[in-house]
């Protein structure tokens, strides 16, 4: 009898995928249109989680923002009052004392290795089967993120929205105890971030999935506003700690990491050479932070009495994300006139749109979770 | 809603066998025992809350020891945590996923976005508390909660499964008649400020030669695009990077009546979302650009956020209520 096979074109097959799925890292819903397992079309949609903090810094005082903008980036709180305290205090001519900085840099840095190691965790349970079942690199690296999330506990009484910074200065003193423990944790981090780092980079499945996956070239990662470990991970030498110095990262020793290629893959180990360099910063600055006030101005009282003159300003941190800035108008009140938040997931996230197409519907998740979106961030 | 939970009691009285009662309320003790060791969430997370409950579930705390394992698909689970702050885009979708969980279902709303919305409840597109949306059985307060929190309010929970007892709240029967009212354009009169913006202004009609030419000097790195709303003019800020040289330029043009600029999303790959940020929040039509859609509000929305005399507090039915009908239920309370 023959054997006959009758092969039809029913076009695209459309894939939802999110804003309710694990591997989005929060909410995001991509609709992917797809031929087979190759992807031809996506669409992106945002916006679930647009909590109109732009709106409402038009509302609040210079000083009541700091808490308010720590909810944006949430793996990463303290960056976002860095920037917006370090923006006012650009206006305001404001001058923070070295030791108020060397604080606000330790808290940032700690910050930065407990995000990425959330990166990481998550990125196990979105590759699945790689390393022994996936949810054990979750386990690991939120177990180590615990450690670091009691010593912010130790220092300003919360978990992650530490609340450390305000205008001026910061809140809370470290005390030579919490330094001990600081120090104490740093020596037992290394190692084992040092095994995080060997088995991501030698394990065969996780080259497997992430070697030549999601290739971002030079042009595309600098034209979409790509930057932090997505831009280095293209080989971009851009990190504002080093290219525009701010608080006191001119004196710390650190390398930049830096990619080849610009696949998942490199941007992977950008992120876990990263942790490394962060804790060399962190160990400089146990060795001895210097005397001075917490805060150089006089405690204000009322909030009301912050007021920047006329005018507009523009500045960027290195958030573990990449280049967070805050662009602020002020009409010489006491709240801003209008205030934008360059998120650097939104300008990450915009590479999706490029890169998926011609790609397998497996790797779609790869690459999602290589950028480390945090939709706090993205929607605002 | 009512039905999703219905006791044993009532199946027993249903069946009108003689004894059937009695047997039913003694195994309904044993069933209540089996659904509160067993709860199994829904692993999905809106914001900074799902990270301290993906804390919860992980080493140290371990909710595994209390029987919970993380389902991603809302047919297999019982518990929806609601750890985040609930968008008005988010509630229809938290809505869906509530309605294809198979009863017995409980809820939690966990951080004090959940329950109330917390500093976000008057904004345009935030739900003030997930109990708008669906009914909540357990409140778990903090910004975020720890873990210890969760924990406590998961024990909680059990307790109220173990004697039978649920009595979920839920607010958004009130306005349910009002479905169809969308959002409206809701302004107020404000006195805005005159331009302060300092940096370079170029020519509206010169922006694109003035990017090629720009471009062409190395600045290949788009840092932002956005947009100031003042007295009596709209202006466009545009930053743009060198990474090699380090350098950055900053330029503004003024949006004229018209409301119409040229699209850089030609020359710029992240021009295109920025763009559409920029037309979603100030209402400012791109010529040129391929998908000038809404991105952050949903696609029926009226008006345009971040313009000076939009209302910050805009209602939105059926999951977001007026400022005064949420006094109402305040005082209520």
Not at chain 1, 173 to 189: A, P, Y
Request: glycine share 8%.
């Amino acid at each position: 009898m023959e054997n006959r096979v009758i092969e039809r074109d029913f076009g695209d097959l459309a894939v939802n995928m999110g804003p309710q799925h694990p591997s989005t890292h929060g909410v995001f819903r991509l609709k992917l249109y797809l031929q087979g397992e190759r992807i031809n079309k996506v669409e992106s949609f945002l916006g679930y989680l647009h909590r109109g903090v732009e709106k409402l810094s038009e509302k609040l005082d210079y000083d009541q923002l700091p808490p308010v903008l720590e909810r944006d980036d949430y793996l990463s709180p303290t960056s976002n009052s860095l920037g917006f305290c370090n923006a006012v205090e650009k206006i305001c001519d404001i001058k923070v004392s070295r030791k108020a900085s060397y604080i606000r840099v330790l808290v940032a840095e700690l910050q930065r290795i407990s995000s990425h190691l959330v990166a990481l965790g998550t990125y196990g349970l979105d590759l699945g089967g790689a390393l022994g079942g996936g949810a054990s690199l979750f386990l690991y690296c939120f177990r180590e993120r615990e450690k670091i999330l009691d010593i912010m506990e130790d220092l300003t009484g919360t978990r992650f929205h530490t609340n450390m910074n305000q205008i001026g200065g910061v809140r809370y003193d470290v005390t030579t105890e919490s330094i001990n423990k600081i120090k104490k944790l740093s020596k037992d981090l290394r190692p084992v971030l040092q095994d995080f780092a060997n088995m991501v980079s030698k394990d065969e499945i996780f080259m497997k999935r992430t070697k030549d996956i999601g290739i971002i070239s030079k042009a595309l990662a600098e034209e979409s506003g790509g930057s932090g470990p997505i831009a280095r991970g293209s080989g971009i030498n851009f990190d504002v700690r080093k290219n525009k110095p701010y608080e006191c990262y001119s004196e710390f020793n650190f390398d930049i990491p830096l990619g080849v290629k610009g696949d998942a893959y490199d941007r992977t180990i950008v992120r876990m050479e990263e942790n490394i360099q962060s804790l060399n910063i962190v160990d400089q600055i146990t060795d001895g932070i210097p005397p001075g006030d917490l805060n150089s101005r006089k405690p204000l009282k009322s909030s009301k009495l912050t007021k920047p003159p006329k005018g507009s300003s523009y500045f960027s941190i290195e958030s573990p994300r990449g280049e967070l800035g805050f662009f602020i108008v002020s009409d010489g009140t006491s709240i801003p006139y209008r205030m934008k938040i360059r998120a650097p997931s939104f300008s990450n996230l915009s590479i999706v749109d490029k890169l998926l197409p011609g790609t397998f519907i497996a790797d779609s998740v790869v690459i999602l979770g290589s950028l480390d979106p945090v939709f706090g961030d993205v929607d605002r | 809603m009512g039905d999703v939970n219905k006791s044993l009691k009532d199946i027993g009285s249903f069946m009108k066998l003689p004894g059937a009662n009695l047997f039913i309320t003694s195994t309904e003790q044993l069933f209540n025992w089996a659904k509160k060791s067993s709860l199994w969430p829904l692993s999905f997370g809106l914001a900074c809350c799902a990270i301290e409950m993906m804390a919860t579930f992980s080493s140290r705390y371990d909710l595994d020891r209390l029987g919970m394992i993380t389902r991603a698909s809302p047919r297999q689970a019982d518990l929806m945590i609601v750890a985040g702050t609930v968008t008005v885009k988010m509630a229809e979708r938290i809505k869906t996923l509530y309605d294809q969980m198979a009863g017995p279902k409980y809820v939690i709303a966990a951080g004090s976005c959940a329950i109330s919305g917390d500093h976000y409840r008057h904004i345009y597109s935030v739900v003030p508390g997930v109990d708008w949306v669906i009914p909540v059985d357990v409140y778990v307060p903090g910004c975020p909660p720890t873990p210890e929190a969760f924990i406590d309010g998961i024990l909680e929970l059990q307790k109220i499964i173990a004697v039978g007892k649920t009595s979920p709240t839920f607010n958004a029967s009130t306005i349910e008649n009002q479905k169809n009212l969308l959002s409206e354009v809701n302004t107020k009169p404000i006195k805005k400020s005159e331009n302060v913006i300092e940096s370079k202004f170029i020519d509206k009609d010169e922006l694109l030669s003035f990017i090629l030419q720009v471009k062409k000097e190395g600045f290949n790195y788009l840092k932002f695009i956005t947009a100031t709303d003042f007295d009596n003019n709209l202006v466009l800020t545009y930053l743009l990077g060198n990474n090699e040289q380090n350098k950055e330029v900053e330029f503004n043009i003024k949006v004229g009546e018209d409301l119409k600029v040229d699209s850089l999303s030609q020359i710029y790959v992240g021009a295109d979302w920025q763009e559409r940020e920029v037309f979603d929040l100030f209402g400012i039509t791109f010529n040129g650009h391929q998908n000038l859609k809404r991105i952050m509000m949903p696609d029926d929305w009226i008006g345009h956020p971040l313009r000076k005399e939009y209302r910050m507090d805009t209602h939105y039915y059926p999951y977001r209520p007026t400022r005064k009908e949420y006094e109402k239920w305040k005082t209520e309370l």
